[in-house]
Each structure stands twice: as C-alpha cells, then as structure tokens.
C-alpha cells in the first residue's frame, strides 16, 4: 500500500503565475488534509475536504487559493497569482473513517517546497 | 474547539540525557492524541498514538507518552537521547469530527 504521495516535490513558479500541487492520499483513505509550514512555524491547518466535499476551510486564505478533492483522481490545491509570501512548504495528510478508535492517524506526504521567484 | 500547546519551541539535551516534551491540549471530549517526528525535508512521520485504555504509550525509537487526563496532558519521554532523535516534533489531537488540530512543533537539538 503506498504511502501519500504529493507531486511534484518542488515547484518554482515566478510572482503571478499558478501553482498546483497534488495529493494523492492512501488507498481507502476518504479524508485529506492540507497543511503549510514556513520555517520556524509549526503547521498551518488549511483545509479538510472528503470525497467532493469541502469540510473545513477555515484555514484558507480567502483569495486566490483554492482545493478540490474529485471522486476519481488526486487532491489539488490551486494557488493564483502566487506572491512570494507563498513561499512555503505544503504537506497533504490522509486518514480513514474513525471507526470506534482503530486507523485514528493521519499519514503525510513528504510534502511540497513551493518557490516563488 | 480543540487546540494543543507545547511548552519550549526548542529543547537542547546532551546524548544519553532524559528526553521531554510537553504537550497539553484542550478538548471538551476524550481526544485522540498524537506525537509525530518530522526531519530536515521530510513529511510527519506516526511517533505513538492515544486512543483508549492503558495511559502509558510506547512507541517508535524508545519514546513514549502517557495520557494524564487531569492535566490535560501528554508528554513525550525518552529516557537516554541519541543523535538520531535531532528533529522536529509535533503533538496532535484528533476530535469527533475527525479534524486535526497540531501544536506548533519542539525543536529538539541534542548535544554530543
């Protein structure tokens, strides 16, 4: 069973074009997670989404980013007119239903560096 | 709403020394509480987990962590630290609506 996978691992885009970044959680896994981490920062909740849904975005900056998780294929996370602030790391998380206390744990992708040039 | 705090965004001790992290949370529910490594250019990586019955927790590399609910805690221990626990470390809570909440991470250094 592989792991989260997210690609591309780097992605260097110039002040005003578009980034996006994949997330393709673990099989069986409905849940999917995206987090930013800066450096010297912790982990920056952004969104929950299950299959077609968002859940939970309150961790999003209100313009130009947005995330998607289709039925069929992986999740994206879209960022617009990107500005050199954008500059972070991304990491995708999966986890399974809860079911009574068993696959309670996220797993991690081993994340995204975004560079804006 | 849940959220979790650790004490000491860097912890420095010399090898072979007691390791311990703090970790308390809030939660008006029994959570489901998480310890996760990450290292230099890595994704989070599952250190033990929380869920039910025994409070004492052992996981991966010697760590472990116990659940005191009186003090709305869960402290990460080693009891002798090698050069290879050098990391980032990160406690988590899982609520019922199956969101994490992270803290904002322990910077452990340690020192030959």
């Known amino acids: 069973n592989a792991g989260v996978m997210q690609n591309p691992r780097h992605l260097v885009r110039r002040r005003g074009q578009e980034a996006r970044l994949r997330c393709s959680p673990m099989k069986g896994h409905s849940h999917v997670y995206w987090y930013r981490q800066l450096p010297e920062e912790g982990l920056k909740f952004m969104v929950y989404?299950?299959?077609?849904?968002?859940?939970?975005e309150s961790g999003m900056p209100k313009e130009r980013f947005s995330a998607e998780f289709p039925k069929e294929g992986p999740s994206i996370l879209r960022i617009q007119q990107v500005v050199r602030g954008d500059s972070a790391a991304y990491f995708c998380a999966s986890s399974p239903p809860n079911r009574g206390g068993l696959n309670t744990e996220a797993f991690f992708g081993q994340g995204t560096r975004l560079t804006v040039v | 709403a849940q959220s979790v705090t650790q004490l000491g965004s860097h912890v420095s001790v010399s090898e072979g020394a007691l390791v311990l992290l703090r970790c308390n949370y809030s939660s008006s529910v029994p959570p489901y509480l998480f310890w996760y490594v990450q290292y230099p250019n890595q994704g989070l990586q599952l250190l033990l987990k929380?869920?039910?019955?025994?409070?004492l927790v052992k996981g991966i590399n010697g760590f472990e962590a116990e659940f005191k609910k009186s003090e709305t805690s869960f402290h990460l221990t080693k009891p002798s630290a090698h050069m290879s626990d050098a990391a980032e470390y990160f406690c988590?809570?899982?609520?019922?609506?199956?969101?994490?909440?992270f803290g904002t991470g322990t910077s452990l250094t340690v020192i030959p």
């Open positions: 988590a809570v899982r609520n019922t609506g199956n969101q994490f909440y």
């Open positions: 989404l299950q299959k077609e849904n968002i859940i939970d």
């Open positions: 929380y869920t039910t019955g025994a409070t």
